[in-house]
């Protein structure tokens, strides 16, 4: 989102993580911006019982976390990496003073938020009213179409392992297997070496 360049020239470090290497944890304060430069990142939190639920994966030229950084509250999740990864570290100040200089810059992270929100209003939605089928069509699709820029007419081959997206849909693991086969069978979805085409 924000060109490398633009990050390093305002100050901005690069930092590995390891698969699994936590960045920041729940209710901690926030004080960088932060941009996948490769790898991917998710943000995840858990219920009581140890179930997992992820917020979102960002890929990279992906950003993450920030509207807790421009309010001055505390992370609503964790961010963690989903494979090895390298992120853009930038202090706030120095984040706040990038986009004051960059209106542009500033415009299209309005736009990514409001896409985000989105994306949320619409599977909270999804989440709360209908059957596992239309909630993984829901998520495969926004995948597509917001996060790859896909179009309709074109074939999607979906990243997501059956658990991540079980993890996004607040479903078991199980029942997105038992969904996938189901909508195979339907024809609105294919299966191609175990990999999920739409």
Known sequence: MIPDELLHQYGAQK???KKKEVLFHINTQPRYYFQVFSGKIKMNNYSEDGK???QGIFPPGSSFG???????LDYPAQAEAVEDAVVWKLEKSKFLQLLKEHPEVHLELTKVLASR????????AEISTENPEHRLLKLIDYFKSHIHHIPKSEPY???LSRQQMADLT????ETVIRAVKSLEKKGLLQLQS???LR
């Open 15 to 17: 930092i590995a993580l």
């Open 52 to 54: 997992e639920y992820i």
């Open 66 to 72: 920030e509207p807790p950084l421009f309010q001055d």
């Open 117 to 124: 929100l989105h994306y949320k209003a619409t599977m909270v």
């Open 157 to 159: 081959l979906v990243e």
């Open 170 to 173: 607040g479903l078991r693991v």
């Open 194 to 196: 175990h990999k999920i």
